[in-house]
């Protein structure tokens, strides 16, 4: 599902490891810095200086644009500060990707975003005017929440999650990891990767695979 082979990028030296599909998979970097590095790695949005990335069996950054694009959409990627769009609302920011990339028309996941926006913690109530409003006030912790029902909406074999449960109170990172459990148990093969410098932070979440940041390398 996603292997490096002696990657060199960044603070990274000689960077191998792999995360089997299926796997949950805990990572923690040594800093910040490093997680920024390992999420751009893992989102093909920083070419290593030497070495070998690969998602699904692929080689992110020897096959063609076009290819990488439909690789990319197999991923749900949930960063840190939520990755919403500024000036597209917040029902906008949920939509548009599986409207765009996979032809389902806003009218149909309603009720989906509804009950997923609910269960993490969100009036029923006042979901209508919620949705309206534009994402930049929002507090950081909120836009990671939209930024997952995005990603779920897409129905991602891999799922990598930026200390999504770091800003949240316990009541809301429970209900965030049941969810994401759900999902991850919802389809054979799917993969859920959780990086974070804060060991503590991910201390409730359950995982087959635990690498940790060791000089410019990882452990097991």
């Not at 500024?86 to 029902?91: A, P």
């Not at 009950?115 to 005017?129: I, K, M, S």
């Not at 093969?189 to 940041?213: F, H, M, N």
């Amino acid at each position: 599902m996603i292997r490096f082979e002696d990657v060199a990028i960044g603070p990274f030296e000689g960077l191998t490891f792999k995360v089997e599909a299926g796997a949950v998979c805990k990572i923690v970097t040594a800093a910040e810095y490093e997680k920024e590095v390992l999420i751009q790695a893992l989102a093909g949005q920083l070419q290593p200086e030497k070495g070998r990335i690969f998602l699904f069996e692929k080689d992110i950054w020897t096959i063609p644009e076009k290819e990488a694009l439909r690789l990319f959409q197999r991923v749900g990627l949930i960063f840190g500060e939520g990755g919403l769009i500024s000036n597209l609302k917040v029902w906008e920011n949920i939509a548009l990707p599986v409207w765009y990339h996979k032809g389902v028309p806003p009218l149909k996941i309603e009720a989906r975003v509804a009950d997923l926006l609910t269960r993490l913690g969100f009036e029923p109530e006042g979901l209508a005017a919620y949705v309206a409003r534009l994402p930049g006030d929002l507090p950081v912790h909120e836009k990671q929440l939209i930024a997952l029902v995005r990603a779920l909406l897409m129905d991602p074999e891999l799922m990598v999650y930026e200390e999504t449960l770091k800003q949240l109170s316990p009541e809301v990172s429970s209900r965030v990891l049941k969810l994401a459990q759900e999902f991850h148990a919802g389809s054979a093969g799917r993969t859920s990767v959780y990086i974070s410098p804060d060991e503590q932070a991910l201390q409730d979440l359950e995982a087959d695979v635990v690498l940790r940041q060791q000089g410019r390398g990882m452990v097991s």
